[in-house]
């Protein structure tokens, strides 16, 4: 039987800086979705990448004293071993500098023009070069100290004027906003659903879609004008059907995965992937991705970060202080459903600590352990099931499922995560009411039936927390000789479960207990 077939992407990186935490994060929230969709036994596809061309990048460079190629393969270098660093299970990793994107942008250029929603104009209006965008005058803020001009989002607006191509962007209001109403899970979640709508209710203007090459020549030139270069969030967007070898509709990969069931990006640039790209598509004749996430900021100790205020976090410091698993697990879980999170490390350690040590780390080794001393190293046999054993069993089968689908879809990842935590403090009150250690003297048959009980629940929280702790989870379903090939979510059913007799290895700690003082100090070093 064929699997069911699920594109998911994230935003591609700009090259401007360096990888920092909101990187990671994105990338994580993406890769726990991709691999949950793997266990439940989907074809996947995921493709992460980075964004190179545009002015940003130029200017970037060449206040580096470099060339922006040069720059753009220095810093993209930086974003492919993050992704390395951080487990990400990406299939594919795109570079718009790369030969495939620059025929897929090209591609759809002429998709676009051949429709009649191209034409060449001059374009006067205010723009931001940090964030690549045009922006009405009311929606900006005017320093009376400065006399600058500032974007919602804090960055400087300069006004230009100069030739450009324009896409027919009005023309897409009425369709555009049809859409959401036909398809209300479009945008996620409901606040960027709203935002969206009414911006677009606002009346949309002819989009500028190119840049002369006397002002910027690093990008993807225009098909058939030598004088023009793309705008770099045309060039950008197409990155997602360069991924499923776009212009080649007639490949298995695209004719597969196409349209992508999630587009993961910050809620910064929600409106280059609700609006303009849906229009983009739209005129060249193809489909619309089905849903657009728009997640949150990451919060340092209460404070955005920023490079002036000293408080950016970087992956390989945070990896270095807390351990990979443990951050994957502590930002899926303090960061609610598209809402902007907090990052601070008192919060980290008390949560790594008790969750993840004390949590389902102890709960693991110390009734494997149990098993490893007084079972002969061997899942033990059990007797006939209590309703108490049953409850806790059923537990960790169909209903745990049944949650994980039903939020992991919705990327309500905290409340996916409490799921399974709740079986974790389940069974230590079953193992506090049980007293397996007393049985041992008193009634040895039903201590083994209660270890049978726990190794049970612990195969459904191992097989359960991979796409979160995939290492740490595999480690666990090591220790109890688990096979590969029985860890999907589909065996997460009592038809799977452990077998008496079977050997378990010798049991040890997947997730040490972090120490505050050491990890403070080393933070604030």
């Known amino acids: 039987m064929a699997k069911t077939p699920f594109y998911i992407t994230t935003a591609i990186s700009y090259v401007n800086g360096s990888p920092h935490l909101g990187h990671a994060y994105e990338a994580i929230l993406t890769d726990v979705m991709a691999r949950f ?13 980075t964004d190179e061309h545009g002015e940003k990048v130029a200017k970037t460079a060449e206040q580096n004293g470099m060339k922006p190629k040069e720059f753009a393969d220095k810093n993209a270098a930086e974003f492919q071993a993050m992704t390395k660093l951080l487990g990400i299970s ?19 250029w002429k998709r676009l023009q051949d429709n009649g929603d191209i034409y060449l104009g001059k374009y006067k209006g205010w723009y931001s070069i940090r964030e690549e965008g045009y922006f009405t005058e009311d929606e900006l803020t005017k320093i009376p100290e400065t006399g600058e001009y500032l974007t919602p989002n804090g960055t400087e607006a300069k006004w230009v004027e100069e030739e ?11 369709k555009l906003l049809t859409y959401y109403e036909d398809h209300p899970e479009f945008i996620q979640p409901e606040s960027r659903r709203n935002e969206i709508i009414s911006f677009v209710k606002g009346g949309l203007k002819d989009l500028s879609i190119s840049r002369h090459k006397d002002r910027l020549n690093w990008g993807i030139p225009v098909p058939e004008d030598k004088n023009h270069i793309m705008y770099v969030w045309l060039d950008a967007l197409t990155n997602y059907i360069t991924g499923v070898n776009f212009p080649d509709e007639s490949s298995e990969n695209f004719k597969k995965f196409w349209p992508a069931d999630y587009h993961v990006i910050g809620k910064d640039i929600i409106r280059f992937h609700a609006v303009y790209w849906p229009a983009f598509l739209i005129s060249a004749g193809l489909d619309i991705p089905k849903t657009i996430f728009a997640h949150g900021f990451i919060n340092v100790q209460g404070q955005k970060m920023s490079k002036s205020v000293g408080n950016v976090l970087s992956p390989i410091d945070m990896i270095d202080t807390y351990g990979l698993e443990q951050i994957r697990y502590f930002l899926m879980r303090e960061i609610s459903h598209g809402q902007d999170g907090n990052f601070s490390h008192e919060q980290a350690i008390e949560r790594m600590n008790a969750d993840l040590a004390n949590g389902i780390g102890n709960l693991a080794q110390r ?12 899942i033990p046999e059990h007797g006939e099931f209590t309703e108490q054993d049953n409850a806790l069993m059923n537990q960790g089968y169909e209903k745990l499922l049944e949650s994980l689908r039903q939020h992991t879809d919705k990327f309500e990842y905290n409340i996916v995560i409490e799921s399974i935590m709740s079986l974790a403090r389940n069974a230590d009150k079953y193992i506090d009411t049980q007293a397996p250690w007393i049985l041992k003297k008193e009634d040895p048959k ?9 190794s049970e629940v612990i195969r459904c929280i191992a097989i359960s927390i991979q796409f979160i702790t995939p290492d740490a989870a595999g480690k666990i379903l090591d220790q109890i000789n688990v096979s590969e090939s029985n860890r999907l979510f589909k065996h997460l059913s009592a038809d799977y479960s452990l077998k008496a007799g079977t ?14 003082d050491e990890q403070m100090q080393k933070v604030s070093e």
């Open 90 to 108: 990406n299939d594919d990793f795109i570079r718009t500098t790369e030969e495939r994107h620059h025929i897929a942008s090209q591609a759809i």
């Open 503 to 516: 050997n378990i290895n010798k049991p040890y700690g997947v997730f040490p207990r972090i120490v505050e």
């Open 37 to 49: 969709k793997r266990l439940d036994g989907y074809d996947v596809m995921f493709l992460t990448g």
């Open 164 to 174: 450009s191509y324009f896409f027919k962007l009005s023309e897409y209001t009425d």
């Open 446 to 454: 039903r201590m083994e039936t209660v270890l049978y009980v726990l």
């Open 367 to 378: 009734t494997l352990s149990m098993i490893y001393k007084n079972c002969n190293s061997q």
